[in-house]
């Protein structure tokens, strides 16, 4: 199935600072999912991107998909303690999930 | 609630044991899907059924086995338990339009 890097692992950022992860795969892809877990609950869907050079913006957070569609950014402006979580990007069929990226946020 | 219902929300066993995990998936939804995830790890994807057909294979051990039956809902069965099978599983369904909706997940520990 395809596989695909998500970074960085971890990051910390103090809080009202900007957060960006990334999701980069060797392939071309059909779409990329984005999902967000907060620490003891369950991933939630926060958006689909399914064209290339496609951004989507969600108050705070702007989703990119590459030109060439084979990744994808997710940014946070001004990082609040509610954006605590594991971020991650999800592609193809089975949806094949990133290992996420852990944002810890210090007040 | 993302209308995904998983039972039992906890479950302690022993090595060598079989369990059965439950998930309801939403309204409407044919897609379900399997995840496995361990301590700090990410989603490790099982398996997909559609509409009662297994639709799509991953990591999944051949100690473990799914169905999903004609009222849509699934199972997934863990059986020769081992140590390392301890970990939080999740069920989630998909409308046509791809997303996925996670159930609040089954915690397994295996003693």
């Known amino acids: 199935g395809q596989q695909v890097m998500q970074i960085p692992q971890y990051q910390h950022v103090q809080e009202g600072e900007d957060f960006t992860t990334y999701c980069n795969s060797s392939?071309?892809?059909?779409?990329i999912q984005w999902y967000k877990q907060r620490p003891g609950g369950h991933p939630v869907f926060l958006i689909q991107l399914v064209k290339s050079g496609e951004v989507k913006k969600q108050k705070r957070l702007t989703f990119q998909f590459g030109e060439a569609k084979k990744n994808s950014s997710l940014h946070i402006t001004a990082t609040q303690t509610t954006d605590v979580g594991t971020y991650f990007c999800?592609?193809?069929?089975?949806?094949?999930f990133g290992k996420g990226t852990h944002l810890i946020i210090q007040p | 609630d993302s209308g995904v219902t998983q039972t039992p929300k906890h479950l302690i066993t022993a090595t060598g044991q079989r369990v059965t995990l439950r998930c309801s998936p939403r309204s409407g939804d044919l897609s379900v899907y399997w995840y496995q995830q361990s301590l700090d790890q990410g989603l490790q994807f099982l398996i997909q059924y559609y509409n009662g057909e297994e639709r799509a294979k991953g990591n999944i051990l051949e100690r473990f086995s799914a169905q999903q039956f004609p009222d849509l809902h699934s199972e997934l069965n863990l059986s020769s338990l081992e140590l390392g099978d301890s970990a939080l599983y999740f069920c989630a369904s998909s409308p046509n339009t791809g997303e996925l909706f996670f159930g609040e997940g089954s915690r397994l520990t295996v003693l």
């Open positions: 392939t071309t892809l059909s779409n």
């Open positions: 999800a592609v193809s069929v089975g949806l094949t």
